[in-house]
C-alpha cells in the first residue's frame, strides 16, 4: 500500500506555458462515497474514484468491517452495502487510517454508534499527533466512550453504544466533526439536530440529499440539519469531480508565471470549497469558471487561469471554512506578491498534518521572506517574484502532502536550491502531481 520513500531535488526555473489539464479526482467526495456507500442497502456504484493513500486505506478500513467492494476498472468501483449498524469487527481488533484525518474522523462517527463494537484506532505519525479530542466529546455525547480516558490522540480505543440517542450539535469550522455527527446520527434513536454555525464543506448532506427521510436541510439566517434515525438510506451512482483542492495549486502557479495560461477541466466548485479562488477574484486575478453543470448536488466547471499582477491580500476568519486547504499556497502568493499580506483566523492550521503556518512561515525564511506568526494570524511581507539560486530549502520529513506541493510550487518559481524529504506523501491527495507538473515543464530529481 505505502508508496517507497524518496526526496525530491528542484534547482531550476520552469518556463512559461499553456496547457489544457485534468486534476486527481475530489478525495473529499471519494472518501466519502466508501463510508456511505457502505451503510447504504443495495449497490452503489462509483466512478472516477481518486486511488490515492488516503482513499486506499478508507476502502481497506470498509473491507476489514465487514462491506465488500469491488474495483470494476481503474476509478471505478461498486459497493455493496448492508445498511446501517452492519459494520462488524472483532473485538479488539485495529483500523489504521494511516495520514486520513478525513476517513478517521468520519468512520469513527458511525462505529460510535454502530453496537458491539471495540476496536484500536490508529493511524501513522502524522495522524497519531493530530488532537481528536473535539471528536471524542461529540460522540461521547451519543454513548460511545475513548480508552485511555484523557487521552486525545491515536491510538485510541473505542467502545460503541448500543443504545445511541440522538444529540443536538453546534458544529463550528470542522465538516469532518459535522459528518461525523451526522454519520453518528443516521444510526441513533431519535432525532439529532446539527446547527451550522459557520457554513463547512456540504459533501456529506449532498450525498445523502436522496433520502429525505433520514435527513431535512433547513436555510434561515443558520442552517440546521435534522437527522432522523434508524431510517432506510438508499444507494447511489456518482461520478466523482476533479479535486478544487488540487486545482489550486496550478492554479497558482500559472497567476505567478509570466505570460502562462492553464484550463483545468471538470473541477468541484461546490461553494464550500472556493474560498481559494474567490479571494484571487477579489485581487482582480484572471480566474474564470466555464462550462458550469450540477450533478449529484455538486457542481462543477473548468477553470481558466491567464497569468497576471497580483495584489497583497488580507482574509479574515470568516473565510477559513472554505480555504481551510489551500491558506499554505496562498501563502506562497502572498511571498512572491510584493507588499503585505495578511491571514486571520487561521488558528486551526496548528491541528492538520503538521504545525502548517509555523513550517510554512520557517520554509519561506529560509529565502528571506519576512514573516509573522501569532496564534491566529500570519503576516507575510511579499518580496515580489524573486530569482534566488542561491538560496537553500531544505523540508524534512512532516508527513504533509500540502507543504511538500507547496515548496514544489515555491522552488520552481524561485530557482531555489530545494530538497524536499519524503514527497511520496503528496501520493496521499495527488498521485499525478509529478506527471501533470512535468507536463508543465517542471524539472525535477527523485532521489531514492
Do not use: W
Not at 451519543?142 to 485511555?148: N, V
Amino acid at each position: 500500500m505505502a508508496n517507497k520513500n524518496f526526496n525530491l531535488i528542484l534547482n531550476s526555473k520552469i518556463n512559461n506555458f499553456n496547457k489544457t489539464i485534468e486534476v486527481d479526482s475530489d478525495k473529499s467526495l471519494s472518501i466519502r462515497s466508501f463510508i456511505i456507500g457502505s451503510i447504504c442497502e443495495g449497490i452503489s456504484s462509483v466512478k472516477n474514484v481518486l486511488e490515492s493513500d488516503d482513499v486506499n486505506y478508507t476502502i481497506l478500513a470498509c473491507k476489514k468491517l465487514g462491506t465488500k467492494i469491488v474495483r470494476v476498472r481503474p476509478k471505478q468501483y461498486k459497493i455493496y452495502g448492508k445498511g446501517l449498524g452492519s459494520f462488524f469487527i472483532k473485538k479488539n481488533s485495529e483500523l489504521n487510517f494511516s495520514n486520513s484525518g478525513t476517513a478517521s474522523r468520519l468512520l469513527t462517527g458511525v462505529l460510535a454508534s454502530t453496537p458491539n463494537i471495540q476496536v484500536t484506532l490508529r493511524g501513522d505519525h502524522s495522524l497519531n499527533k493530530r488532537n481528536m479530542k473535539q471528536l471524542i466529546n461529540l460522540l461521547t455525547k451519543f454513548g460511545a466512550s475513548f480508552l485511555p480516558k484523557g487521552k486525545s490522540t491515536f491510538p485510541l480505543k473505542m467502545i460503541s453504544t448500543n443504545m445511541p440517542v440522538g444529540i443536538n450539535y453546534k458544529a463550528g469550522i470542522s465538516a469532518q466533526l459535522k459528518s461525523a455527527a451526522i454519520l453518528a446520527g443516521l444510526n441513533s434513536f431519535g432525532t439529532t439536530q446539527i446547527y451550522e454555525q459557520i457554513s463547512s464543506r456540504d459533501h456529506t448532506e449532498n450525498l445523502l440529499k436522496k433520502n429525505s427521510q433520514a435527513i431535512k436541510i433547513i436555510k434561515n439566517k443558520k442552517k440546521i440539519i435534522k437527522i432522523f434515525g434508524k431510517k432506510f438510506l438508499k444507494p447511489f451512482n456518482f461520478k466523482i469531480n476533479g479535486d478544487p483542492s488540487s486545482a489550486a495549486f496550478y492554479t497558482a502557479l500559472t497567476l505567478l508565471k509570466d505570460r502562462s495560461y492553464v484550463k483545468i477541466k471538470n473541477v468541484g466548485l461546490n461553494k464550500t470549497r472556493i474560498g481559494f479562488f474567490e479571494i484571487l477574484k477579489k485581487q482582480k486575478a484572471k480566474i474564470k469558471f466555464v462550462n458550469l453543470k450540477k450533478e449529484n448536488n455538486e457542481l462543477k466547471g473548468d477553470i481558466i487561469v491567464k497569468s497576471c499582477k497580483l495584489k497583497p491580500m488580507k482574509t479574515s476568519s470568516k473565510l477559513y471554512s472554505k480555504t481551510t486547504d489551500e491558506y499554505l499556497i496562498l501563502f506562497i502568493i502572498a511571498a512572491l506578491t510584493k507588499g503585505i499580506s495578511s491571514f486571520k483566523g487561521i488558528s486551526d492550521l496548528a491541528n492538520k498534518e503538521s504545525s502548517r503556518a509555523y513550517e510554512m512561515k520557517k520554509i519561506l525564511t529560509q529565502i528571506g521572506i519576512k514573516c509573522k506568526l501569532t496564534k491566529n494570524e500570519m503576516k507575510i511581507y511579499g518580496k515580489g517574484m524573486i530569482n534566488v539560486p542561491n538560496k537553500k530549502i531544505l523540508v524534512k520529513n512532516l508527513g504533509d502532502h500540502r507543504i511538500a506541493m507547496c515548496t514544489f510550487i515555491l522552488a520552481i518559481l524561485t530557482n531555489a536550491q530545494t530538497t524536499i524529504k519524503n514527497f511520496e506523501t503528496v501520493f496521499t491527495s495527488s498521485p499525478s502531481f509529478l506527471k501533470i507538473m512535468k507536463s508543465l515543464g517542471a524539472n525535477f530529481k527523485i532521489e531514492q
